[in-house]
């Protein structure tokens, strides 16, 4: 029992969805609809967000947890966490548990940077030495000692994530859970991040990392579990698990996912992406056309991603609004575009993942649309597929000689 940090038997979670309830929003509104329906009432269905899980996780363990969205990810994770109960089940965690699992929790914005990392330090269940002691060492690590004595509205998204990253990554726990938040970091913060956590392992603690980048996942994690409708279907070896994902993805109903079951605080959805042709040339422009619709009251500016993912799960290009300097306004529904130039594509079949962020992720469409390259080569000689079977994209290149 002394290797194992995380020991969880049959774990199970079940939430009550109510349906055809009234949108009634008055206390009047609501006696007069009772009076007029005095049988009325709303369907309920008994919804199991986890279903059955069992899994030990040994010290030291990096352990990402993949599935596509609504498998039950985030609910596990706030399991593990002792945010919420399981239904059912038992979970025994040996240490103390730090978890990141929505960017800037127990974050104040009238507070300042500094106020802030006491203020989400307790939160995380550090004491007053312990976060004077990692506060230069938390500063560093979020790059924001300039800002730190402006309040924390003041700051851009990236900031804030590094912020609240830094915070939890600098508790002294012996378990660290990690949700998709990284999402809203640059590559330089991502990479930054990745790091610790490595480090954090290489300690011998013990980190969950729930993400839907499979690139992540495989350079970090030696081992994965890969959920699916609340199951727990494999668990092991990172191949195979992140194999069982990008599989999940070849039926139809996988790219029509309900919107309210995608990651993100919901005020924006995607409510639909396409490519504007059927096929592409490996080096003609990709164009991906979208539209985006508000749900929910928002009035701050938005940015915007594109991801382009291989059959492999690798991210091979991204395009960031925010490197633009390009931000959408809010308004009831617009729609947009994204214009991929370079680099050349490798013929074959790419998944492409859309987000709208502000300060965290308000809309996550994995597989929004898949656009199809196909073997029409950007050289003057073609010289066959085999050639350019190498690499993760095609290069803009040329050779010169010269000599005696």
């Avoid at 940090?5 to 774990?11: M, V």
């Avoid at 104040?108 to 060492?137: C, Q, S, V, W």
């Avoid at 994204?338 to 809309?363: A, H, I, M, N, S």
Wanted: glycine fraction near 8%.
């Amino acid at each position: 029992m002394t290797d194992i940090a995380i020991r969880a038997t049959n774990i199970a979670k079940s939430y009550i969805i109510r349906h055809n309830a009234s949108d009634h929003v008055t206390l009047a509104e609501t006696v007069l609809h009772r009076v007029a329906h005095p049988f009325s009432r709303p369907q309920k269905e008994l919804f199991w967000a986890l279903n059955d899980i069992t899994f030990d996780v040994n010290r030291g363990d990096v352990v990402g947890i993949i599935g596509r969205n609504g498998a039950g990810k985030s609910t596990l994770l706030k399991i593990l966490s002792r945010i919420t109960k399981p239904s059912k089940g038992e979970i025994h965690l040996h240490g103390r548990v730090g978890s990141l699992l929505e960017v800037g929790t127990g974050f104040h914005p009238e507070l300042t940077g500094r106020e802030n990392i006491y203020l989400n330090g307790a939160i995380l269940g550090m004491r007053k030495p312990e976060i004077r002691k990692h506060f230069d060492a938390i500063v560093d690590f979020s790059g924001v000692e300039q800002f730190l004595d402006t309040p924390v509205k003041r700051y851009s998204s990236g900031m804030y994530v590094r912020l609240a990253f830094a915070v939890a990554a600098h508790l002294e726990s012996e378990i660290l859970v990690v949700d998709e938040v990284l999402a809203v970091g640059d590559a330089e913060f991502t990479r930054k991040c990745l790091g610790k956590m490595q480090d954090v392992s290489k300690s011998g603690r013990t980190v969950l990392f729930v993400s839907h980048q499979m690139q992540s996942v495989a350079v970090l994690c030696n081992k994965a579990m890969y959920l699916e409708r609340g199951v727990c279907t494999f668990a092991g070896d990172v191949p195979t698990a992140i194999e069982h994902y990008m599989k999940s993805f070849g039926s139809a109903e996988a790219a029509a996912t309900e919107a309210h079951r995608r990651h993100g605080s919901g005020e924006y959805r995607f409510v639909s992406a396409e490519p504007a042709k059927e096929f592409f040339a490996c080096g003609e422009e990709k164009v991906i056309k979208f539209k985006l619709r508000r749900v929910r009251p928002f009035t701050q500016k938005m940015f915007v991603f594109c991801d382009f993912v291989d059959a492999s799960g690798v991210t091979v290009a991204r395009c960031d609004s925010r490197l633009l300097d390009f931000y959408i306004s809010p308004a009831d529904e617009f729609g947009g575009e994204f214009r991929l130039r370079t680099p050349w594509l490798k013929p074959g079949d790419y998944t492409v993942d859309l987000r709208v962020c502000c300060y965290g992720v308000l809309d996550h469409f994995i597989r929004a649309c898949v656009i199809r390259v196909v073997d029409v080569l950007p050289y003057p000689s073609h010289g066959g597929i085999e050639i350019v079977s190498g690499g993760v994209v095609l290069a803009d290149y040329e050779f010169q000689a010269g000599g005696g």
